[in-house]
């Protein structure tokens, strides 16, 4: 069965960095585009950052955009999240989530990493 | 930027009622790229309906979905216990994704 699970998360300080990873398992990794989708405590579902299943292409959304990066290593069936500049605004639990390239949407999701960015 | 508006807020509904909620797009959505998902207190996110009216695997025939255009619904036709949860829906466009704010469902 498919298995996404994420790890890296905790507490760090404003303007510093931190690198998320999501172990995947059950499904062939490197056939798939792979997503982070954050969800500050209490809010809604926010789309962080999208990756082709080659790590060609990678796509972000604006209030991330040249602070976080997204890659991927295929050999080892896992992704990545690399966050910079971190802000009290990115305090969130962090999900990785399948990409279903046919129809736009996230068909698998991991239980999520809680990243708290405070002083 | 499509911005994905979802109504109402919350929802006050008994077992055994039906549920419609509400998401309207700023601007015209491919209904092949239009998503609900389910998230229950500290879990993830559940891929509930995608292509606007699909049901994804396992996900009871309880629930439907329609819609074209700038407005979608999320039907449960008779609810269940386990169904009172949070519901977002999700589009996507020009390699670029948005949810809704979400609706509550909660026991009346």
């Known amino acids: 069965q498919v298995q996404l699970v994420e790890s890296g998360g905790g507490v760090v300080q404003p303007g510093r960095s931190l690198r998320l990873s999501c172990a995947a398992s059950g499904f062939t990794f490197s056939g798939y585009g792979m997503h982070w989708v954050r969800q500050a405590p209490g809010k809604g579902l926010e789309w962080v950052a999208l990756?082709?299943?080659?790590?060609?292409?990678?796509y972000y959304g604006d209030s991330v955009k040249g602070r976080f990066t997204i890659s991927r290593d295929n050999s080892k069936n896992t992704l990545y999240l690399q966050m910079n500049s971190l802000r009290a605004g990115d305090t969130a639990v962090y999900y990785c989530?399948?990409?279903?390239?046919?129809?736009?949407?996230?068909?698998?999701w991991g239980q999520g990493t809680l990243v708290t960015v405070s002083s | 930027e499509i911005v994905l508006t979802q109504s109402p807020g919350t929802l006050s509904l008994s077992p055994g009622e039906r549920a419609t909620l509400s998401c309207r797009a700023s601007q015209s959505v491919s209904s092949s790229y239009l998503a609900w998902y389910q998230q229950k207190p500290g879990q993830a996110p559940r891929l509930l309906i995608y292509g606007a009216s699909s049901r994804a695997t396992g996900i009871p025939d309880r629930f439907s979905g329609s819609g074209s255009g700038t407005d979608f619904t999320l039907t449960i036709s008779r609810l269940e216990p386990e169904d009172f949860a949070v519901y977002y829906c999700q589009q996507y466009s020009s390699s670029l994704y948005t949810f809704g704010q979400g609706t509550k469902l909660e026991i009346k």
């Open positions: 989530a399948r990409d279903w390239e046919a129809v736009g949407t996230f068909d698998y």
């Open positions: 990756i082709w299943y080659d790590g060609s292409n990678k």
